[in-house]
């Protein structure tokens, strides 16, 4: 139920800003379960998105002065909140597995003054019905890489969730080791995942399917539900968004690291930071997840890997796509046999501009490929690679530095022919070049020493990395020390799921 105006003006919760309309809790209540947070100790924010509340339509003053720390760590519920633990299934490294919200809780969701709807959850908020004999609880670590990554991938334009806050918790999980418990305060157009459709085909009940396409068209499709065939509109929406989404995020050399259907978020956001890692020097086999042993989301498997997974949602809606079986399979086929096509599109063309492009010619594609092959050939950094291309054209490209290089000195001749059967100017080649590649992303070893130096009470690492990485465009001389990738070392970086 909508918070009245009279809640606003008494609740100091409600005078926050929040603004709570739960349309998620109105389906039938087996896609979620009644479940309130389990309070913590001494809750105390350590990271607070401020642009992102602003954004949100929150009332930063009222919000830190009030109850901060106490919603953002579960222990006071905001007045229109009405917390659930969402169930859902999952493909887990290619196993089906009922699943659930086994350490998240969703508070809700929050309408913004322009009226866009977001759902806010508490990620680490205690045990749940789902939780499988896990504690429910999250470590500082693994909360502040969430932060962090989640950020970055919208600053460099990517669609995703987003961190608003993390608390810390005054008490100890144990992994492996006592660690400082922790809360992320997640924000996400929805929860709604290939895994809640798998969910809900479990059942084997059509209408269940039928209700949770319906209200995903109505809240995040809107202008498909009086398509002829609407839930056909559905599959190839969610087809082409992540078509998208995959491309940008290999554009940027982004490893998600634990693509299971559970980690697909319907609406289109990268959902669910883990394992995850940005590559440095370029190499499409390359794994950082501790957990993926066979290479299963390696960097170069993630479009297949995202067409699998887009296969298993069109299974779920079989049954609503037509009433012959047989026909449904082939409406089904025909739609997810145009991913590839799409993704190479949108990858294509995301790769022209990386290398200062305007026009499609044939021959682009091989281009981009043999860069790459130049990249893995010779251990290039990937994101340095694209972004030093730019400033080679400034500047002028010095051969007799790049001469332990020739099949790339090779290739630079031709891309430089490429660049001049164009219209544009060179200069035109560098704005657009310098707008598409980052100078800056997470690097793995930054991330680590932002991390280790919270854990031990020393945020001010974290606070500068946020920094940088919130407009990574941006050329700095001052920051030149971030775009430096790791010493090698013998010991192949890993990443963990922090569960």
Same mark, same amino acid.
């Given at each position: 139920?909508?918070?009245?105006?009279?809640?606003?003006?008494?609740?100091?919760?409600?005078?926050?800003?929040?603004?709570?309309?739960?349309?998620?809790?109105?389906?039938?209540?087996?896609?979620?379960?009644?479940?309130?947070?389990?309070?913590?100790?001494?809750?105390?924010?350590?990271?607070?998105?401020?642009?992102?509340?602003?954004?949100?339509?929150?009332?930063?003053?009222?919000?830190?002065?009030?109850?901060?720390?106490?919603?953002?760590?579960?222990?006071?519920?905001?007045?229109?909140?009405?917390?659930?633990?969402?169930?859902?299934?999952?493909?887990?490294?290619?196993?089906?597995?009922?699943?659930? $919200?086994?350490?998240?809780?969703?508070?809700?969701?929050?309408?913004?003054?322009?009226?866009?709807?977001?759902?806010?959850?508490?990620?680490?908020?205690?045990?749940?019905?789902?939780?499988?004999?896990?504690?429910?609880?999250?470590?500082?670590?693994?909360?502040?890489?969430?932060?962090?990554?989640?950020?970055?991938?919208?600053?460099?334009?990517?669609?995703?969730?987003?961190?608003?806050?993390?608390?810390?918790?005054?008490?100890?999980?144990?992994?492996?080791?006592?660690?400082?418990?922790?809360?992320?305060?997640?924000?996400?157009?929805?929860?709604?995942?290939?895994?809640?459709?798998?969910?809900?085909?479990?059942?084997?009940?059509?209408?269940?399917?039928?209700?949770?396409?319906?209200?995903?068209?109505?809240?995040?499709?809107?202008?498909?539900?009086?398509?002829?065939?609407?839930?056909?509109?559905?599959?190839?929406?969610?087809?082409?968004?992540?078509?998208?989404?995959?491309?940008?995020?290999?554009?940027?050399?982004?490893?998600?690291?634990?693509?299971?259907?559970?980690?697909?978020?319907?609406?289109?956001?990268?959902?669910?930071?883990?394992?995850?890692?940005?590559?440095?020097?370029? $190499?499409?086999?390359?794994?950082?997840?501790?957990?993926?042993?066979?290479?299963?989301?390696?960097?170069?498997?993630?479009?297949?890997?995202?067409?699998?997974?887009?296969?298993?949602?069109?299974?779920?809606?079989?049954?609503?796509?037509?009433?012959?079986?047989?026909?449904?399979?082939?409406?089904?086929?025909?739609?997810?046999?145009?991913?590839?096509?799409?993704?190479?599109?949108?990858?294509?063309?995301?790769?022209?501009?990386?290398?200062?492009?305007?026009?499609?010619?044939?021959? $682009?594609?091989?281009?981009?490929?043999?860069?790459?092959?130049?990249?893995?050939?010779?251990?290039?950094?990937?994101?340095?690679?694209?972004?030093?291309?730019?400033?080679?054209?400034?500047?002028?490209?010095?051969?007799?530095?790049?001469?332990?290089?020739?099949?790339?000195?090779?290739?630079?001749?031709?891309?430089?022919?490429?660049?001049?059967?164009?219209?544009?100017?060179?200069?035109?080649?560098?704005?657009?070049?310098?707008?598409?590649?980052?100078?800056?992303?997470?690097?793995?070893?930054?991330?680590?020493?932002?991390?280790?130096?919270?854990?031990?009470?020393?945020?001010?690492?974290?606070?500068?990395?946020?920094?940088?990485?919130?407009?990574?465009?941006?050329?700095?001389?001052?920051?030149?020390?971030?775009?430096?990738?790791?010493?090698?070392?013998?010991?192949?970086?890993?990443?963990?799921?922090?569960?």
């Amino acid at each position: 139920m909508k918070a009245t105006e009279k809640d606003l003006n008494e609740s100091p919760a409600i005078s926050s800003g929040w603004n709570f309309d739960n349309s998620y809790t109105r389906l039938v209540n087996t896609f979620f379960v009644k479940q309130k947070p389990t309070t913590v100790k001494a809750p105390n924010i350590v990271v607070f998105n401020q642009p992102l509340a602003i954004s949100l339509g929150l009332n930063m003053e009222a919000l830190l002065k009030n109850d901060a720390n106490f919603i953002f760590s579960g222990n006071t519920i905001p007045v229109g909140a009405e917390p659930i633990a969402q169930a859902y299934a999952g493909h887990q490294f290619g196993h089906l597995n009922m699943l659930g $919200d086994g350490r998240a809780i969703l508070l809700g969701e929050h309408i913004t003054p322009e009226g866009s709807r977001y759902d806010i959850q508490l990620k680490g908020a205690g045990v749940t019905a789902f939780s499988r004999r896990g504690d429910g609880r999250a470590a500082l670590g693994p909360m502040l890489r969430e932060y962090i990554i989640s950020e970055a991938m919208h600053a460099l334009g990517i669609p995703t969730t987003r961190s608003l806050a993390v608390v810390t918790t005054g008490e100890l999980v144990y992994r492996d080791s006592a660690l400082p418990g922790a809360i992320l305060t997640r924000v996400a157009a929805s929860h709604i995942r290939v895994g809640t459709f798998q969910f809900a085909a479990s059942h084997d009940n059509t209408e269940l399917v039928r209700s949770l396409a319906d209200y995903t068209l109505n809240r995040h499709f809107p202008t498909l539900v009086n398509s002829e065939n609407k839930y056909l509109s559905l599959l190839n929406a969610v087809i082409e968004n992540q078509a998208k989404l995959i491309a940008q995020w290999m554009q940027v050399g982004f490893i998600h690291g634990v693509m299971n259907t559970d980690n697909m978020s319907i609406c289109g956001e990268s959902i669910d930071f883990g394992p995850c890692a940005f590559m440095d020097n370029f $190499d499409s086999a390359t794994v950082f997840s501790s957990i993926d042993q066979q290479g299963r989301y390696a960097f170069g498997n993630q479009p297949q890997i995202a067409q699998w997974n887009l296969t298993r949602f069109a299974e779920t809606l079989l049954p609503l796509l037509h009433q012959d079986l047989d026909e449904s399979i082939r409406i089904a086929q025909s739609a997810l046999s145009v991913f590839a096509d799409k993704y190479q599109q949108y990858w294509l063309t995301g790769m022209r501009k990386k290398l200062g492009l305007f026009t499609a010619e044939p021959d $682009d594609l091989a281009l981009v490929e043999e860069l790459l092959s130049c990249m893995k050939k010779y251990r290039m950094d990937y994101t340095n690679t694209f972004r030093d291309l730019s400033s080679g054209l400034a500047i002028g490209f010095n051969e007799e530095e790049n001469s332990d290089t020739p099949d790339f000195i090779t290739w630079h001749h031709q891309w430089r022919q490429r660049l001049s059967s164009q219209t544009e100017s060179l200069d035109d080649a560098v704005a657009l070049m310098s707008k598409t590649n980052p100078v800056v992303i997470p690097r793995n070893h930054q991330v680590e020493a932002a991390l280790s130096a919270a854990e031990s009470g020393d945020f001010t690492v974290l606070e500068n990395l946020l920094k940088v990485l919130s407009q990574p465009f941006k050329e700095d001389a001052n920051y030149m020390s971030y775009r430096a990738p790791p010493i090698p070392s013998a010991m192949p970086y890993k990443t963990f799921c922090g569960t």
